[in-house]
C-alpha cells in the first residue's frame, strides 16, 4: 500500500504534462497578475518533469506490447486501494495533485509492472525449484558467527565431540536462537534467506553443512527431521501462487525495482527506443541501460574521479 501511494508523485507528473489537452494557444490559469498560456505551462512542465513522464509513457508502451490488464484487475486494484485508504483516499489525491483518472493509470503501469515481473524475473527453473521444495517442511538448528574461519572452528568442535547446543551457546551471534541451543523449529521454503534456505533443503539429515555465507555472517546449518507437507497441488495449479509468493519477497527485500530496470532495459533495446529531443536523451539512456552496465559506468567515474584528484594533487606538489 505506501508503495501505491508513494508512487503518485511519478503519476502527478505525468497528469501535469496532460493536463493541458487544448493545445499551446489556450490559456490555462487567469489572474490579475498575468495568464499562464498552455505553451507555457506546457514548457514548465517539461522542464520540472519531463524526463519522469517520458519514462512513464515509454514504460506503460514497452509492457503494454507484451502484457495486458483488464478492465476488472484495474478495478478491483483501485477498490482495494480505495477500501485501505478510507477518508483518506480522496486527500491523498488532492495531496499528490491526481485526479481518480489520473490515479488509474499509475496503478495501470504499477499492474504491468507486476506482470512483467512475475514473467521474467524467475526462470521455470526456480520456480519448480520451489515447487519441489515446498513438498517439504525442516526442523533445524543452526550457529551464526561472523566469519569463516570462526564458522571452521565450530564445526571442527561439533565434530570433535562437543554437543551442538553447547556450542551454539558459547559462538552463535543469532540472540533468537542461541539460548535455545541454535533451535530454529519447523520452517518452510522460503522462510529463509535464499542461501540457507537452498543449503537447508540439500542438506542430508543429521549431517552438518560447510559454512554458508549469508548477508548475516557465516551459518552452520544441521537439519534434524523432515515431514511432507500435505495438500501440496500439481506444478500447473500452484505456479501462478509461487511465483506471486516469490514477487512478494523480490519486493520485502527491495530488489523488484532493479530486476524490472533490467527487464525494461532489454525490452527497450529490442524495440530501438530513440529520442530526438536532446534534453530528453539522458531519460531515454537510463531506461535502455541495465543495472549492471549502471554500476559499471559509475565504478568508472569513481575511478576517473579519483585520477584527476591524484593528479591536482601531484600538481600541487610539484608547485611546492
Known sequence: MKKTVLSLTLAASVLALGACSGGDSKTVVTSKLGDISGADFNESAKNLAGAHVVQQMVTEKLLSDKYKVSDKELKEAYDNTASQLGDDFDQALVQY??????????????????????????????????????????????????????????????????????????????????????????????????????????????????????????????????????????????EANIRSQMLAKLVNTGQDQQVLKDILAKMAKDADLKTSDKELEPAIKALTTTSEEQAKAQEEAVKKAQENAEKESKKDTDKK
Open 97 to 238: 495533485g491526481l485526479t481518480k483518472e489520473g490515479f488509474k493509470e499509475t496503478l495501470r503501469v504499477q499492474l504491468l509492472s507486476e506482470k512483467a515481473l512475475k514473467d521474467k524475473a524467475f526462470t521455470e527453473k526456480d520456480v519448480k525449484k520451489h515447487y519441489e521444495q515446498m513438498k517439504t517442511e525442516l526442523n533445524g538448528r543452526h550457529i551464526l558467527v561472523a566469519d569463516e574461519k570462526t564458522a571452521k572452528e565450530v564445526i571442527a568442535k561439533i565434530k570433535g565431540g562437543a554437543k551442538f547446543a553447547d556450542v551454539a551457546k558459547e559462538y552463535s551471534t543469532d540472540t533468537g536462537s542461541a539460548d535455545k541451543g541454535g533451535e530454529l523449529g519447523w520452517f518452510s521454503v522460503g522462510a529463509m534467506v535464499e542461501e540457507f534456505n537452498d543449503a537447508a533443503y540439500a542438506l542430508p539429515l543429521k549431517t552438518l553443512s560447510e559454512p554458508v555465507k549469508t548477508s548475516f555472517g557465516y551459518h552452520v546449518i544441521e537439519i534434524t527431521d523432515k515431514r511432507d507437507v500435505k495438500g501440496v497441488g500439481s506444478f500447473k495449479d500452484e
